[in-house]
């Protein structure tokens, strides 16, 4: 019979209103092989803790319950403190009294009542319990970063400065993401290139960092300090040892119609290309789609202009099969979609055009070379209207729920370096409200209205028509003056939402990674663990976790690093005792656990078996003990009931069912 | 008078963020003292009774513009509508009997007006 204590917490007011404590303490005195039952007001405390080791050690304890909060606030503290004393720290049991009993309940007896239910079931449960020992698995020293934008660039510079090898794959040609195509930054208006480019630099020339562009994640295998991942290397139809990057071959390309995404498909670019000057690697890529050779099998031209024989139409994808003890999703942002906003006539007006678009026609190495013309004619415009809040903050199933955070700022921004530029242009700007919270931000706002005379209006724009001589008519709501105002515009610029970049999701379910309704990642705690995913070995960087701008991503991403190297220095971690384990006797190999295992933790081996005195050779369901996280799934799935997860047995649980019952 | 108003038009004029959208959408502005988004915003105060005495209650054409447009879907079309089956009911006018409806029934008309008569004209 196990000698057992039991430890009832007040949490001060928390239980203790609505919880008779010391009728829940007696009550337990009452239950078989408990030898110690006491009430107090804070467990957790560091007296609390005492009090805990001081019976073990006193009364010989072999089991303890502690009715208190939720085993997820302090079943480590508690284990930690039952371990120093000398206790298997599997031998803790929690009734959770807090959360599910005296925060539910209003009425003091109802609560005593269930509470002492609760204690009686735990206590039921740890007579079953049995010492477990945790192993260990070792810890890869690499981690992967996916997306090579800034944040994925700045994780993967301070995990390599730490003196960690780590791997940075993105999709696209080029590292450097959406802050490459950005003119200038708020609020000290630095140009955007000119901060970025040296980083990816660092990185490309960093000798711990590997860079797989033009690559995807296909696959992800294992679990914590030990994930094996396929990247599929893309084929770029270009031998990248012999390429110089000289660029003769984009040149003589006759394909030329194919919108140029660095551009936001402003102007076109041909199939053999280099995203943008400081491209990182600074090699070209055929665009199997777009190239002749590939659709018809005959040009080549690149092929014949190639001075160095680069290029291999005959190359195929490669997949590459690497371990890492930590992964980082640093994923970004896209704008949406805007096929559903036909009141702004974005799809019809070649001069409605997004805020992205138009960093671009502001850009020296844009499509205009910097200069502001309006698409449709290359005209000088005179007047131009912002509008935003287009597809944030709204209910319908076009719009996001969410503010996207950064449009109130650069839209200031594009404001002011149009009036800094063009004076002669009349800017209005409609805003639902303007959101500039963050240091200097209000000021630069302040700037654009009183000393680069930005109008600002209070209101929405209602609907953009088009006008037979070419220019545009705007609708909108004053509303502080109580007016609907009909504006003749040349440019409507739509501050767009951003949403999470589209491969997030299919990487998401490859992590088992969680994500909220709107495809951001989700934080293993909103304010406590704000750069971790609740899988663990999984961090966040970036616009993947929630909109956010330059500075804060940067942050974000040291942070995420911060954990990585963490996780890193490690040379062991100690893996969950409490996994599935299959009964040989029982298990008839039918596959049924390994089916429902998320995790991909059991694999069957032939075993020889002794089974009432005739040995032979069966089919077993073998459980990883470093990938199973405990779930439990397979014990269900289990026809035969021969698996069971250690510390949570079917005996166990039926024990605690039985106490409630009885 | 503000919870039946808000019965019949199903609408949560808290959910207006006084974008002002509707109104910069609505082609009868000209015509209407009281806008849209005022509309939302005076009948989630309790200031009813202005809107019954305004002219502003029938210069709405029904063109659902502010509904379809409305980022937090709060539907205001749908406010003016319930004020003005409120003072048409207090007025007695109920004149519209669904049993009536057949020998009204008048192949030129547009069948949205005969949904607005049903909703104003019937309990
Ligand atoms: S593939 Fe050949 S021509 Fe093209 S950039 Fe490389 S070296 Fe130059
Ligand atoms: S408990 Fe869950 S994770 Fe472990 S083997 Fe069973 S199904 Fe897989
Ligand atoms: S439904 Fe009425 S209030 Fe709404 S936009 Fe049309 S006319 Fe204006
Ligand atoms: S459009 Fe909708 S949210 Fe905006 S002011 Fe009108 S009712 Fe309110």
Known sequence: ?662 | MREEILRISGVNPSKCMKCGKCTATCPAFEKMEYHPHQFVDMVKNNQISPLLESESLYCCMTCLACEERCPRGVKPQKLIEAVQVIKLRASGANRLKPQDVAERLDPSLPQQALMAAFRKYSR
């Open chain 1, 1 to 662: 019979m196990q000698k057992i204590g039991v430890f009832v917490c007040w949490c001060g007011s928390n239980i203790a209103a609505t919880v008779d404590v010391s009728q829940v303490a007696a009550a337990a005195k009452e239950e078989p092989g408990v030898v110690f039952a006491s009430d107090y007001a804070y467990m957790c405390s560091e007296a609390g803790q005492l009090m805990i080791q001081n019976a073990i050690r006193e009364k010989g304890l072999t089991g303890i319950v502690i009715c208190s909060c939720s085993p997820r606030m302090h079943e480590a503290t508690f284990r930690k403190a039952a371990q120093a004393a000398g206790l298997n720290p599997y031998m803790v049991e929690i009734a959770n009294i807090r959360e599910q009993c005296s925060w539910i309940h209003k009425n003091k007896e109802e609560g005593t009542k269930k509470a002492i239910l609760l204690a009686k079931a735990a206590i039921a449960k740890v007579h079953l319990n049995e010492p477990l020992t945790a192993g260990e698995t070792p810890v890869t020293k690499r981690a992967l970063v996916i997306g090579g934008g800034i944040a994925g660039i700045q994780t993967a510079l301070d995990i390599a400065d730490a003196g960690f090898e780590v791997d940075i794959v993105e999709k696209s040609p080029t590292i450097g993401g959406k802050m490459a195509q950005l003119d200038k930054t708020f609020p000290t208006l630095d140009c955007s290139a000119c901060i970025l480019t040296p980083k990816m630099v660092d990185a490309a020339a960093h000798e711990k960092i590997r860079l797989f562009t033009y690559s995807e994640v296909e696959k992800v295998k294992g679990f914590v300090g030990n994930f094996t991942v396929d990247i599929r290397k893309k084929a770029r139809s270009i031998l990248e040892e012999k390429c110089t990057g000289c660029g003769v071959c984009t040149t003589k390309c006759p394909s030329r119609k194919t919108g140029n995404e660095f551009n936001e498909g402003l102007d076109n670019r041909t199939a053999i290309y280099i995203p943008f000057a400081q491209a990182i690697p600074n090699i070209p890529t055929i665009d199997r789609e777009a190239c002749i050779h590939f659709k018809t099998g005959k040009c080549g031209l690149c092929q014949k202009t190639c001075g160095v024989g680069a290029i291999d139409f005959d190359q195929q994808d490669e997949i590459i099969t690497r371990n890492y003890g930590a992964i980082v999703a640093a994923t970004g942002f896209q704008t949406i979609s805007l096929e559903r906003f036909d009141e702004f006539q974005y799809s019809k007006s070649p001069d409605v055009i997004t805020s992205l678009e138009l960093e671009r026609l502001m850009n020296a190495a844009g499509p205009t070379k910097g200069e502001l013309v309006k698409p449709s004619n290359r005209e000088h415009p005179k007047d131009m209207v912002f509008i935003q809040c287009v597809g944030s903050r709204g209910e319908s199933c076009r719009e996001k729920s969410y503010c996207s955070k950064i449009c109130c700022m650069y839209t200031a921004k594009h404001a002011m370096m149009i009036r800094d530029k063009y004076p002669d242009i009349n800017v209005h700007v409609f805003y639902i409200d303007v959101r500039t919270p963050g240091k200097n931000f209000d000021e630069f706002y302040r700037r654009a209205v009183e000393d680069y005379g930005v109008d600002y209006r209070k209101g929405m724009v209602g609907k953009v028509m088009e006008q037979k001589d070419g220019r545009l008519l705007v609708q909108a709501s004053d509303l502080l003056n109580g007016q609907q105002l009909l504006l003749q515009t040349d440019m409507v610029v739509l501050a767009t939402a951003i949403e999470p970049d589209k491969s997030a999701r299919n990487l998401a379910t490859m992590l088992t990674a969680s994500m909220d309704t709107n495809d951001f990642f989700t934080e293993a705690h909103p304010k406590l663990r704000p750069v971790e995913s609740p899988t663990a070995g999984v961090f966040l960087s970036g616009t993947c976790q929630g909109p956010k701008d330059i500075p804060e991503t940067v942050a974000q991403a040291g942070a995420a690093a911060a954990k990585v190297i963490g996780l890193l220095c490690r040379d062991k971690l100690l893996n969950n005792p409490q996994v599935a384990q299959a009964k040989e006797r029982l298990c008839s190999g039918c596959s049924n656990c390994s089916k429902v295992c998320p995790y991909g933790a059991i694999d069957y081996e032939e075993r020889e078996v002794l089974d009432h005195g005739v040995r032979e050779t069966r089919r077993l369901a073998m459980v990883n003990e470093a990938v199973c996280q405990g779930c439990g799934a397979c014990t269900v799935a289990c026809p035969s009931g021969a698996m069971d997860l250690k510390g949570f047995t079917v005996k166990q649980i039926m024990a605690e069912v039985d106490a409630i019952c009885r």
